[in-house]
């Protein structure tokens, strides 16, 4: 399948000759040991219709089934009004013209009238002619334009409104930014000098980016078990629910919960974060985990459908594995072919168009392993539209993939970390993927655009720790990222275009910062 595959890298190095990210032997390890036994995976007014027309041009596009308001807008009902107020003007001249000489044949045989009362009469009969004339004729002629009989304008504009409302797709828009990890460096950075805890500062320069997002998902790699334990970062992470009031604060609406560090701090660490967003941001939705502490928890088998005007798109999440811990109690989605096929049939059922996350791969590798691939095949032939992958924590390639319905799709292999305090120049590169999802006014569905823009981690203490567009990242900047860490880095604008460039391949714009594909005008 691949062989046939669009790639939007048409540079691209072969995927299996990947390379993998180097790392300093005294800086500390994120990721973890991976289990034995787990798989490393604008708009001009509409024309009025002439009223004769009695077909659609044939490239404009049906109407819903059984109703075209175009053909029963103002431009139809004219001519049967016209036709109508003829008809009734035509009859009423007749009857008082028939009815005229009966009552002349009776007045001969009454004294004649004195001429003063006849010429009454005949200016009243004159005067009555005139407005019946003026009602029947003249009036429903100047009420319209062109000579056509109409109703007012303003009982014909909405039909037309609603021909080319119903004529516009409806679309929405997905973006995603990568992995956050709570590394001590990291959640140390919100602590205040009160002993709270603030995170505003991490996403304060990507915040723009959420202008006209409908779907804005992340992934908390880690844990947000708050206070039931100590915070702490790797191996086995808990970290500030603050960082989820940051999270919710700057917009994000879905996060991601199944990675390889949920269990990390056991069913508790699940039951307090899922609590958490419960209680605090119930408008944010939690994918890929259950609290099976909570008698309601539901299942993992349900599917999140995401709705706007009648377009629905369903959103799935998955892992490989949980660094070895047990989920007996099964509150972990998991890459398990039983439990994709019965998620990703819900979802066929329940949406117009399916989007994948999964948590898959081998970390610190930029090009996708044997595991992806397969993966990925499976989620094609099962009905995805969209996959966005993480848990690598570098970023991977961007393609164009063949969908089972003879469609186009997108895959972003991974999008990296968005935040961490990962030691290699390669960490600290990520990715926001955005999707234009489209649904046509035949039902039709597609991905219409996607594209991906780096971001750059500067490693700062207290507020400076942060992550930035890379189009916004100086050379100034990377002077002074990592200082505070006793260490320095190679992570200049250069350097990473270069990284990113190698990645990609000819399908990024340095100029731009960004990758992009219009798969309408491809199709």
């Avoid at 967003?277 to 299942?299: E, T």
């Amino acid at each position: 399948m691949s062989d046939e595959r669009y790639r939007a890298n048409s540079n691209q190095p072969a995927r299996h000759g990947h390379r993998r990210a180097t790392r300093r032997e005294d800086a500390p390890r994120h990721g973890g040991h991976v289990p034995a036994g787990h798989r490393v995976a604008g708009r001009e007014e509409p024309r009025p219709r002439p009223a004769q027309r009695t077909s659609r041009p044939s490239h404009a596009r049906p109407a819903a089934a059984g109703h075209d308001p175009r053909r029963t807008s103002a431009h139809a009902t004219p001519a049967r009004g016209a036709s109508h107020a003829s008809r009734q003007h035509g009859a009423s001249y007749d009857r008082h013209l028939s009815g005229g000489a009966p009552q002349r044949r009776r007045a001969a045989s009454r004294p004649a009238p004195a001429r003063g009362s006849s010429r009454r009469l005949v200016a009243i009969a004159g005067a009555a002619i005139v407005l019946a004339i003026v009602v029947f004729v003249v009036a429903p002629i100047l009420g319209r334009p062109g000579g056509d009989a109409a109703p007012a304008a303003a009982s014909g504009t909405p039909a037309v409104h609603d021909a080319a409302a119903a004529s516009k797709p409806t679309e929405i828009n997905l973006m995603m930014i990568g992995d956050i990890l709570q590394h001590s460096g990291v959640f140390q950075s919100g602590e205040r000098s009160d002993g709270t805890y603030n995170f505003d500062h991490i996403f304060a320069h990507i915040a723009d980016e959420l202008d006209g997002q409908d779907v804005k998902v992340l992934n908390q790699e880690t844990i947000l078990g708050g206070t039931i334990a100590d915070y702490v970062g790797y191996p086995s992470f808990n970290g500030p629910q603050e960082m989820g009031d940051a999270e919710a604060a700057v917009g994000f609406n879905v996060v991601l919960r199944a990675s390889n560090h949920t269990m990390d701090m056991g069913y508790n660490g699940i039951h307090s974060e899922l609590s958490f967003w419960k209680s605090k941001h119930p408008d944010v939705h939690v994918l890929g985990a259950i609290d099976v502490q909570d008698p309601n928890h539901g299942s993992l088998d349900d599917v999140y459908v995401y709705e706007k005007d009648g377009f629905k798109v369903a959103l799935l999440n998955y892992t490989y594995g949980l660094n070895g811990y047990i989920d007996s109690e099964g509150a972990v989605s998991m890459l398990e072919d039983e439990h994709i096929k019965k998620t990703m049939a819900k979802a066929k059922e329940s949406a117009d168009m399916i989007v994948v996350f999964p948590h898959w791969g081998e970390e610190y590798h930029t090009q996708p392993v044997d595991s992806q691939l397969e993966w990925e095949r499976k989620f094609v032939e099962l009905g995805a539209d969209v996959i966005i992958g993480d848990h690598p924590h570098v970023i991977e390639p961007v393609e164009t993939i063949d969908l089972a319905n003879g469609k186009k799709g997108v895959c972003f292999w991974s999008i990296g970390n968005f935040v961490s305090t990962q030691p290699d120049d390669e960490n600290l590169v990520g990715g926001m993927a955005k999707v234009t999802l489209r649904k046509d006014s035949d039902g039709s569905c597609s991905v219409a655009r996607y594209s991906f823009e780096p971001t750059v981690t500067h490693k700062g203490m207290g507020a400076n720790m942060t992550t930035y567009m890379l189009r916004d990242y100086t050379d100034a900047l990377a002077a002074t990222n990592e200082i505070s860490y006793g260490s320095s880095t190679s992570c200049t604008p250069e350097w990473v275009q270069s990284f990113v460039s190698d990645v990609l391949g000819s399908g990024y714009d340095p100029a731009s910062c960004k990758l992009a594909v219009d798969l309408t005008k491809s199709a």
